[in-house]
């Protein structure tokens, strides 16, 4: 709503109403320059080590994850490494699926691409493609394992032509981070017992994930002039069973809407030259603006 004012009115208002009204305005216009949107993305499915987790385990995670995203009304994307596809893994990939999710190639076993020969990396790209037939969208999508996308340019050109010719988008992320570790300290804490190390673990994890947005945030804004769409990189694991539900509730308390990734690629970042080439999986905010940030 907007209300005009004329001359003559500001003039005999109050001061202290002025003063009021113009906190307002500043309050409504940093949230409208400060609006942000988040792609929620998950590897690592059918679920993060099968080995270790029964199928019942790794179901019970995809299910609590998908609880956690329906709360929010969120279409997220998990990318599948098709090796894990086995007939006790299935079921927890087809209950993300049937919820109304997406799945996208993660490769067939999670190699980092600079150890691999163009070959090998055609095969584990197509392995699971195959693997993934049908269940697929209309745009596909690709995501490096470990977001390693060659350590020179003519390996990361090499890549991009397996991709296109298979008919894949590369997925890249701007809010990395370290979230692995705190799911594997937090596994740790459970099989050990220790329900307040795992609590507190949790809440340590929350908090990372919000400094790390705030920080890839603030480096788009410093490097880039603007906020982007973000797109998260996140894991179907344990933690985020037990804690996704509290970070998706302080993304939205923060203001944030959550985006699918298709509507995340439309920002300019993800189309810009990436001038990284090295060993290091970077956000594509750190690829764009050649640097690596904290």
């Known amino acids: 709503m907007v209300i005009a004012l004329s001359e003559c009115e500001l003039i005999h208002m109050p001061l202290k109403t002025v003063l009021f009204s113009l906190a307002i305005l500043l309050i409504v216009l940093s949230q409208v320059a400060f609006s942000a949107e988040v792609a929620i993305t998950l590897d690592d499915l059918p679920y993060v080590n099968?080995?270790?987790?029964?199928?019942?385990?790794?179901?019970a995670i995809v299910k609590a994850v998908n609880g956690a995203l329906s709360l929010h009304g969120i279409t997220a994307i998990g990318f599948v490494v098709g090796g894990q596809i086995s007939r006790k893994t299935k079921p927890a990939l087809q209950a993300f699926i049937d919820d109304g999710h997406q799945v996208g190639n993660h490769s067939w076993t999670h190699p980092d691409y600079g150890t691999l020969t163009v070959k090998e990396f055609r095969k584990e790209v197509h392995k699971t493609d195959r693997a993934l037939r049908g269940w697929m969208g209309d745009t596909k999508f690709f995501r490096f394992p470990y977001l390693r996308e060659g350590e020179t340019p003519e390996a990361k050109a090499a890549a991009e032509s397996v991709l296109a010719a298979l008919g894949y988008v590369n997925a890249p992320v701007s809010i990395d981070n370290d979230e692995w570790r705190y799911n594997s300290e937090y596994v740790m804490a459970l099989a050990a017992g220790d329900a307040a190390r795992a609590k507190a673990i949790g809440a340590e994890y929350v908090e990372h994930i919000q400094e790390r947005t705030v920080h890839f945030q603030t480096l788009a804004q410093d490097a880039l002039g603007h906020d982007v769409k973000h797109i998260l990189l996140l894991h179907m694991n344990k933690i985020n069973a037990d804690y996704l539900g509290d970070l998706l509730d302080w993304y939205a308390g923060e203001g944030w809407s959550f985006i699918s990734l298709k509507e995340a690629m439309s920002d300019p970042?993800?189309?810009?030259?990436?001038?990284y080439a090295g060993p290091r999986g970077l956000s594509q905010i750190e690829r764009v603006v050649g640097l690596k940030s904290n």
């Open 50 to 59: 099968p080995s270790q987790n029964s199928p019942d385990e790794g179901l």
């Open 269 to 275: 970042l993800y189309s810009a030259p990436d001038l």
